[in-house]
């Protein structure tokens, strides 16, 4: 499926129930602008529409998925992960990037689920940080040893997934779109 074309910035509507943005305001961690957009959202019958850039789409299924893969109650998981999917939908049908043939990896699924964990973790780590995970933090996340890290990072940079700077730190730089990374785990 071809990826519809918007300009960086354009915002798109995202419909939501009243109780599925009730159950994101209480549930989870949003900075204060994302949480105004949610309460100022505009009502549209028995739902409410926020407008939202792709950035804040991102962020906000970030939160939203890292409240779900926490939560005990069954009810509020459902609603969680209905609204996960309707923002993973939006992702896969717009794009604000612009294409650059050289330097993103083509293949839709060219690496392994492990492989694919590494990569949406540094995606958001530097989202989240505004800078690049060390591999301390990697070893952190995952629970694994220092050698374990630092395989798996010349791994995904010979794969062409990744590129960094030897000897610098926290230098690693994706070379895949969001849209081509799994969801964090």
């Known amino acids: 499926m071809r990826r519809k074309r918007i300009k960086p910035g354009q915002f798109v509507d995202v419909k939501l129930t009243r109780r ?9 961690l949003l900075d204060d602008e994302m949480e105004e957009r949610l309460r100022g959202a505009t009502a549209s019958g028995s ?3 926020v407008q939202l850039t792709l950035d804040d789409v991102d962020d906000l299924a970030g ?6 893969n926490h939560c005990s ?10 609204v996960h999917d ?3 939908t939006i992702e896969r049908t717009f794009t604000d990037e612009e294409e650059a043939p050289e330097a993103v990896v083509r293949d839709s699924k060219p690496f392994t ?5 590494y990569l949406v973790y540094i995606h958001y780590y530097t989202k989240i940080h505004g800078r690049p995970p060390a591999e301390a ?18 791994t995904l940079e010979a794969r062409g997934f990744i590129e960094r700077q030897a000897g610098v730190a926290r230098s690693i ?7 081509q990374l799994p969801d964090l785990e």
């Not at 689920?113 to 964990?117: L, P």
């Open 20 to 28: 599925e943005r009730d159950v994101i305001l209480e549930r989870t």
């Open 47 to 49: 739902n409410v529409v």
């Open 63 to 68: 939160h939203v998925a890292a409240e779900a």
């Open 73 to 82: 109650e069954p009810r509020v998981r459902r609603v969680l992960d209905a």
């Open 86 to 88: 309707r923002l993973a």
């Open 113 to 117: 689920a492990k492989q694919g964990q």
């Open 137 to 154: 933090d990697l070893q952190r996340f995952f629970r694994v040893t220092p050698p374990v890290v630092h395989q798996m990072i010349k």
């Open 173 to 179: 730089r994706l070379r895949l779109t969001r849209a």
